[in-house]
């Protein structure tokens, strides 16, 4: 894990200093403090029995999955990632992956609705995903939502990304990889931005693309405090 993760401020659960550095979890929770565990409902009786071994933060050790998506509901912003999925993209795990690490809204996955979870690492469970069959239904539920189309391409005309302000409702738009955006996909979209390179690639990785769009988005209107 990268960063600091914060222990819950309930007074109820155990302070910064308690969780320890367990690099694969936490064991049962009489094991691991030697009391009974407090009476919240948003603790799963099964891992305060066995462990929490699972990829989350310190601040959602024993939370049933429910209560995470729950309280991450609370606080999700109001950025929607895309990404087209016509040829079976093995980046859209990556992709999932990074938009629960930044809390966004909801990812859409354009095209075949089957996609490999791997690079995923478990966190699909807690992130809202959806699909569309085409580009054109994507396009219809962007306008519907009031989100401004952004499609991420290097492709002339696209405005760099390191020079633009982000909408704050917006729909960031990725291609799969080789091909790029769709031509739908880029008539569709109010605006096109780039990525900066600077090496011998004509292009980066769908899923770097991603997250590097996406933690513009962060920089630009997050409640950096209220990060972990």
């Not at 490999?116 to 478990?122: E, L």
């Not at 519907?144 to 696209?158: E, H, K, R, Y």
Request: with cysteine.
């Amino acid at each position: 894990m990268f960063g600091v993760n914060h222990a819950p401020t309930d007074e109820s659960l155990p302070g910064p200093t308690e969780w320890g550095e367990h690099p694969h979890g936490v064991g049962p929770w009489r094991a691991e403090f030697g009391t009974e565990p407090p009476a919240d409902p948003r603790l799963d009786p099964e891992l305060l029995a066995h462990g929490d071994r699972r990829n989350v933060v310190d601040a959602y050790r024993y939370w049933t999955r429910e209560a995470i998506v729950a309280d991450i509901d609370r606080r999700r912003h109001p950025f929607h990632v895309a990404i087209e999925n016509f040829g079976h993209d093995a980046n859209i795990g990556t992709v999932v992956r990074t938009a629960n690490a930044f809390a966004a809204a909801a990812v859409h996955i354009v095209g075949r609705k089957r996609w490999n979870r791997r690079g995923a690492m478990v966190t699909d469970r807690y992130q809202h995903i959806e699909h569309h069959a085409d580009t054109a239904a994507l396009l219809e539920f962007a306008a519907a939502s009031g989100l401004t189309v952004v499609a991420v391409d290097n492709v002339p005309g696209a405005v760099p990304l390191e020079t633009v302000r982000l909408p704050r409702a917006c729909l960031l738009l990725f291609g799969q990889e080789g091909p790029g955006v769709t031509a739908d996909a880029k008539a569709g979209a109010r605006l096109t931005v780039s990525i900066a390179q600077f090496g011998s690639t004509r292009s980066i990785n769908a899923g770097v693309a991603a997250g590097i769009a996406m933690h513009a988005w962060v920089r630009e209107h997050a409640d950096l405090s209220a990060a972990w």
